[in-house]
């Protein structure tokens, strides 16, 4: 695989696959959830060797470390040789908690539940 000295940051994103496509890429650094080294990124912004990203998904701050550069997607079992993962395990938590207490979602306008609803939802364990 052709390495550079620098690459673009949505492309690398898409490389790793931290994103599904480059449009993706793109538009998650022009939404503002790409930090690198601490700065918000544009997606032309090159980064290089020993950078720092942090991704904000759905309320969860991933965090890695960059250790080689690559410009064509890799398959997931080699990620790793090239990116270093360093979320906190705070932010894993997080997830934890996600997946465990799931949210209700109910149509706009139909108002708070009833109380045959609310048993309902008890029942099948979606509130407390």
Not at 32 to 61: A, F, V, W
Not at 81 to 102: F, G
Request: charged fraction near 35%.
């Amino acid at each position: 695989m052709r390495e550079k000295n620098n690459i673009r940051i949505d492309k690398f994103l898409w490389a790793v696959r931290l994103c599904k496509t480059r449009k993706i890429a793109s538009n998650i650094c022009t939404k503002r959830k790409i930090k690198l080294n601490g700065l918000i990124s544009k997606p032309s912004k090159k980064i290089n060797i020993n950078d720092d990203i942090e991704y904000n998904k759905n309320n969860i701050l991933y965090k890695f470390k960059v250790v080689q550069l690559i410009e064509k997607r890799l398959p997931a079992k080699l990620v790793h040789e090239y990116i270093i993962d360093q979320t906190p395990q705070k932010e894993l938590d997080k997830l934890k908690i996600k997946n465990i207490y799931p949210t209700i979602i109910r149509e706009k306008g139909t108002g708070r539940p009833t109380k045959k609803e609310r048993r309902t939802l008890k029942k099948h364990k979606l509130i407390i």
